[in-house]
């Protein structure tokens, strides 16, 4: 008997948001389940304190909940708008201190397990070091859709789903597709050195890829 290939699309029920947060949270991760994107935008917003240095991912996520709007206003430090104005090639160096050390990051994961792990994907890797250590705190908004059994599914959501939908994005948006080249996979933050950390808002709705 074959195995019915998983739904990249199909937001989890109820009872598998709870696993997931559950085994999240003992990883090491805050988990919050959220009933939509409202909810997620208004709790960013709580989370983060007015002034604090923030930097967010490129994420369809974050754009289409207007999370993105609020926090490269001026209610923030926002780190995205002031990489974008400076040099390229001239302060190439500056840019990179920018990007890797902030109060918050803040962005989506292309999957998260029913194991508690995220699977994130990027061309550029501008948002990876944040992820893992840069950031005094880091926020990912997931829309239910995200979720799979394990890393295995999680990366072929990546590579044969989200792929294809973020270099047609670029190629929308920039006039240059996108690529994958470099995938962070995040199991657990140890308590003892990173408490409160990594916070991961589970979202009851699809939203983004």
Not at 24 to 39: S, V
Not at 123 to 140: F, M, N, P
Request: charged share 25%.
């Amino acid at each position: 008997m074959t195995t019915p290939a998983p739904s990249f699309t199909e937001p989890a029920p109820a009872e598998r948001l709870e696993k997931v947060a559950s085994a999240l949270k003992g990883n090491g991760f805050e988990a919050e389940i959220l009933d939509d994107a409202a909810a997620a935008r208004a709790r960013v917003k709580d989370l983060i304190p007015q002034g604090a240095s923030v930097f967010t991912g490129a994420s369809e996520t974050l754009r289409l909940s207007g999370i993105d709007e609020d926090l490269n206003g001026e209610r923030y430090d926002a780190v995205r708008p002031k990489s974008l104005a400076m040099d390229r090639k001239a302060q190439r160096t500056d840019i990179r201190r920018l990007l890797g050390h902030h109060d918050v990051i803040v962005g989506s994961v292309h999957a998260v397990t029913e194991t508690g792990s995220l699977v994130i994907g990027s061309a550029s890797g501008s948002q990876l070091t944040g992820y893992t250590g840069g950031a005094d705190h880091a926020i990912w908004v997931v829309g239910a859709q995200k979720v799979v059994p394990d890393v295995e599914t999680g990366l072929r959501r990546l590579e044969t789903h989200c792929t294809q939908l973020e270099d047609e994005r670029a190629m929308k948006a920039y006039g240059v597709g996108s690529a994958l080249n470099r995938v962070l996979i995040l199991h657990a933050f140890n308590p003892n050195y990173y408490p409160g950390r990594g916070t991961v808002l589970l979202l009851r709705e699809a939203i983004g890829f």
